[in-house]
């Protein structure tokens, strides 16, 4: 497949089918939270599905096939299990990542799933096989590609992340899926949580710590348990008297943000309010915390959606 012949509708529905668009948190008529509870990657910083995306699109890979291949590869798929700290990041970790992402019957699945929903844009192959070869993807490349995008602050809602923090009368925390880096990685820490981005947070439950990742019912517990006990531990201190913190905090009492539709409805079930950031798009999430929060959190960030980038694309077409 060229990358012209994924138009950006398709693009679009690719990346909706991350999230769910009707997993909203109610503005005016709800009470207000006592915590926001952040996802990291792809909320308060670029999401690595942006690398994702853009790999697709530069390689001629159906959008929407990697995170395919990842997510349904769990739990026991390489990429999980290292979320979880179950294993290291080393050769193996790639080794196996690069399986994952290979799966003949997953890619089988997914291609008979979207031949299904544009049968003219995925037409049987010529051969004699009704599907395509597998995609070819570099797993370890990929992977420091998508840490690489996932390092910068997300422009609209790291500004409305030091804003809710600035305002000091909710809990400020955070629910993420996270892997350790090996000693000696340029990105290795020896405090994980000392990093000025974690620092901003009361609260910070980290999957490779706990030994969890959502979107598991025990880690959304957890992250309860958490912020419970963190507000009652400082429901005298100003902040706990101004967020009326002194009875501790229910589920109900939590908005959760997420990129991801598993990880949003899994936070519903747990009875957590919710909030979908749309790729690209979290001006749109930063509008709907507004109204939860009653706060002014929106930056002066311009409101343009980021586009894929289709420029190694193009490029790589005009040299057939």
């Given at each position: 497949?060229?990358?012209?012949?994924?138009?950006?509708?398709?693009?679009?529905?690719?990346?909706?089918?991350?999230?769910?668009?009707?997993?909203?948190?109610?503005?005016?008529?709800?009470?207000?939270?006592?915590?926001?509870?952040?996802?990291?990657?792809?909320?308060?910083?670029?999401?690595?599905?942006?690398?994702?995306?853009?790999?697709?699109?530069?390689?001629?890979?159906?959008?929407?096939?990697?995170?395919?291949?990842?997510?349904?590869?769990?739990?026991?798929?390489?990429?999980?299990?290292?979320?979880?700290?179950?294993?290291?990041?080393?050769?193996?970790?790639?080794?196996?990542?690069?399986?994952?992402?290979?799966?003949?019957?997953?890619?089988?699945?997914?291609?008979?799933?979207?031949?299904?929903?544009?049968?003219?844009?995925?037409?049987?192959?010529?051969?004699?096989?009704?599907?395509?070869?597998?995609?070819?993807?570099?797993?370890?490349?990929?992977?420091?590609?998508?840490?690489?995008?996932?390092?910068?602050?997300?422009?609209?809602?790291?500004?409305?992340?030091?804003?809710?923090?600035?305002?000091?009368?909710?809990?400020?925390?955070?629910?993420?899926?996270?892997?350790?880096?090996?000693e000696g990685h340029k990105w290795a820490e020896k405090d994980f949580f000392s990093d000025p981005l974690r620092q901003l947070f009361d609260v910070f439950v980290s999957s490779a710590h706990v030994g969890l990742r959502k979107p598991d019912p025990r880690i959304y517990q957890l992250a309860l348990e958490k912020v419970d006990e963190f507000a009652r531990a400082n429901a005298n201190s100003e902040r706990g008297k101004r967020g009326g913190w002194g009875e501790g905090v229910r589920a109900e009492d939590i908005v959760f943000l997420d990129d991801i539709g598993e990880n949003l409805k899994a936070a519903k079930k747990a009875g957590f309010r919710t909030i979908k950031v749309g790729l690209g798009r979290a001006f749109e999430a930063v509008d709907e915390l507004e109204s939860v929060t009653g706060l002014k959190l929106a930056g002066d960030h311009p409101r343009i959606a980021v586009k894929p980038d289709f420029s190694a694309a193009k490029e790589a077409k005009a040299k057939l």
């Open positions: 497949m060229l990358p012209d012949e994924f138009p950006p509708e398709y693009i679009i529905e690719a990346i909706d089918s991350m999230a769910p668009t009707d997993l909203k948190a109610k503005g005016s008529g709800s009470p207000k939270p006592k915590v926001i509870l952040f996802d990291i990657g792809g909320v308060c910083v670029v999401s690595p599905f942006q690398s994702i995306l853009n790999y697709e699109l530069r390689h001629s890979i159906p959008p929407g096939w990697i995170n395919h291949s990842i997510s349904r590869s769990a739990p026991t798929g390489f990429w999980h299990r290292l979320e979880t700290g179950s294993i290291p990041m080393d050769a193996s970790f790639f080794a196996g990542f690069n399986r994952d992402l290979h799966n003949q019957s997953l890619w089988e699945s997914f291609y008979r799933s979207q031949q299904a929903k544009h049968p003219s844009r995925f037409p049987p192959s010529p051969g004699s096989s009704p599907i395509p070869p597998i995609p070819q993807i570099d797993g370890e490349w990929l992977f420091h590609d998508m840490m690489e995008h996932a390092r910068a602050p997300d422009p609209w809602m790291f500004p409305a992340l030091k804003k809710l923090k600035e305002d000091g009368r909710f809990v400020v925390a955070a629910l993420s899926n996270t892997v350790i880096w090996p």
